[in-house]
């Protein structure tokens, strides 16, 4: 379940004192020096991020739920031998459970927070989520790798079923440097991303492609252009 949190930053305590100029037309004669001490975190502050994170965390350990020590995003509650997960992203909260308890929580959220509950979550973070016929959950980033498709105008080009062609490896010599090596590492940075999210099956390709981030070759952006083909072809 997808849960959005409003107005997040304005509900998070402040640890630090922290000063503010008087906003205009709050200011009145001979108190022109006066400042306002800020209560609780608002937006713009550097310190909001952190000051809501704490506070919600506060609120769903106060639920009788755990962080977890790998990722302080995560929280789990088992009760009767029913886990619940929430997963926080600033003002969204992902929630894995029996859908009875998952109501439950949400109701005790809504006594504290001004929330909207968008349902089941099929796009979360530039990545969609799908659940199969087997009742697991698919992920993938098709928007992201169409978008990387357009950006390096690919649209064109031929797909293939391999990240990487095993004759680019024996390739030496430098004899033809691209002028320019910043589209190669954007494209490089593109696709390691996507790698590190949803396509494992093209990580050890990336790699060898961020060797040549210095000085790319040609041959470096052909084969570049041929893993994008890979994720483009099977984007799923």
């Known amino acids: ?45 550097k310190q909001a991020a952190r000051a809501w994170h704490l506070k919600i965390g506060e609120s769903l350990i106060k639920y009788g739920f755990e962080q977890s020590k790998a990722d302080p995003c995560l929280f789990k509650f088992a009760k009767n031998g029913n886990p619940m997960y929430i997963i926080v992203y600033v003002d969204d909260l992902l929630i894995a459970g029996k859908e009875e308890d998952i109501r439950k929580m949400i109701k005790e959220l809504e006594e504290e927070y001004e929330l909207k509950n968008l349902g089941e979550v099929n796009y979360y973070s530039g990545i969609n989520i799908e659940r199969t016929k087997e009742e697991n959950f698919a992920l993938n980033q098709k928007n992201k790798i169409d978008e990387i498709v357009e950006k390096f105008n690919l649209k064109e080009a031929k797909p293939t079923n391999i990240p ?62 041929e893993t994008d083909n890979k994720i483009s072809e099977n984007n799923s």
């Open 1 to 45: 379940m997808h849960v959005d949190i409003k107005t997040t930053f304005l509900h998070g305590n402040l640890e630090d004192e922290v000063y503010m100029s008087r906003p205009e037309g709050y200011i009145e004669a001979g108190q022109e020096q006066k400042v306002c001490k800020l209560n609780k975190a608002i937006y713009g502050l």
């Open 164 to 225: 990487m062609d095993p004759k680019y490896l024996k390739q030496e010599g430098e004899d033809d440097l691209l002028p320019n090596n910043t589209q190669y590492r954007k494209a490089v940075g593109a696709l390691l991303y996507i790698a590190t999210v949803s396509r494992p099956d093209i990580a050890v390709a990336v790699n060898i492609l961020s060797r040549r981030n210095e000085k790319p070759r040609e041959r470096d952006w052909g084969e570049c252009c």
